[in-house]
């Protein structure tokens, strides 16, 4: 089966686009109300979609960097009558002593015994830039992680079964200080499912970090691997508009689908609404990639700012804000 590595300049003029699906049950073939986002056109963004339908289409673009949703997730966002009492800002971190709990991905994570370079030092810095922006505090300053580029997506959960709250990236390589910066917020303000996040639901969030890599064009529409690849698809609609739609390598697998119903559900997702034929699937120009991810619930982002804080001798509660140093 043919495959062409995209680099350079081909990936950068993928869309962004939605991964995942609103609702967590899928009955039989996702048919015409295949879960996720948002597809855009040939050079457009995306969000992954509202229930198990089409979301918006509209794209938040900054510059000329295109944006997508990536997992459709649950729903509402209800807040928490539990708020946490903290002080509302975040102190400087590193990336010691940070709680055994975080959930690294296992999406291509390390393949090829290649160190990995998403951190939970990531997920720290995004929940400091929201937590800084709700409370209006000045943003935090440069991080130590690297500030490599890569394609990327912010992902935003909540409560204990952790429906989607926001999911947006680019499939565009930014570097990762300003990139995680900026779809920190757009994920958790600007996804068109949901309203924009309220400091009542900071308790209650999960916040995953996404590195795409290893970009390949294959010939055929089943030559990758679910719960490894994610996908990315180009496909022509009733009208002859060219559209696109991607899930992250984790959506497959957690939706429990196979080949044929993921697919299925992207091209709904995409918009596509006449019959899914055998003939159309095979005209389908598909993209496979790979993904770093690492996941941190707020709770351990705050056990982590504690355990600094009162490591460093202060026994008062946390400061209003300390930048980075």
Not at 22 to 42: H, R
Request: aromatic share 8%; charged share 20%; net charge positive.
């Amino acid at each position: 089966m043919g495959r062409k590595r995209c680099v350079g300049a081909d990936c950068s003029k993928m869309a962004a686009g939605c991964c995942g699906v609103k609702k967590q049950k899928l009955s039989g073939s996702p048919g015409s109300g295949g879960p996720g986002g948002t597809a855009s056109g040939v050079a457009g963004s995306g969000h992954c979609g509202s229930d198990l339908g089409i979301g918006s289409s509209s794209a938040v673009a900054a510059g000329n960097v295109n944006r997508v949703n990536g997992l459709g997730g649950a729903g509402s966002s209800s807040s928490s009558s539990n708020s946490n009492t903290l002080s509302p800002s975040p102190v400087s971190y590193n990336s010691t002593a940070l709680s055994p709990h975080l959930s690294p991905g296992s999406s291509g994570s390390g393949s090829g015994g290649r160190k990995m370079v998403v951190s939970a030092e990531m997920c720290c810095f995004c929940f400091d830039v929201l937590y800084c922006h709700l409370y209006g505090y000045q943003p935090p300053r440069t991080p130590r992680f690297t500030n490599d580029p890569y394609p990327l997506f912010v992902t935003w959960k909540i409560g204990r079964d952790k429906r989607l709250r926001g999911c947006i990236g680019t499939f565009s390589a930014m570097n990762l200080h300003s990139g995680l910066r900026e779809y920190t917020l757009t994920s958790a303000l600007k996804d068109s499912r949901f309203p924009p996040m309220t400091r009542d639901e900071l308790p209650r969030l999960f916040c995953s970090v996404s590195l795409l890599t290893n970009f390949e064009d294959v010939g055929d529409y089943l030559d990758w691997e679910v719960g490894v690849h994610g996908i990315r698809i180009e496909f022509f609609n009733e009208k002859g508009s060219k559209r696109t739609a991607t899930y992250l390598p984790e959506v497959a697998k957690e939706q429990g689908w196979d080949h044929i119903q993921t697919i299925d559900s992207l091209l709904r997702k995409g918009g596509y609404k006449a019959p899914i034929t055998n003939d159309f699937r095979k005209s389908i120009k598909l993209t496979r990639y790979r993904s770093e991810k690492m996941t941190m619930s707020y709770a351990e982002y705050i056990a982590h700012r504690q355990h600094h804080h009162y490591q460093n001798g202060i026994g008062h509660p946390l400061p209003p804000y300390n930048h980075y140093s």
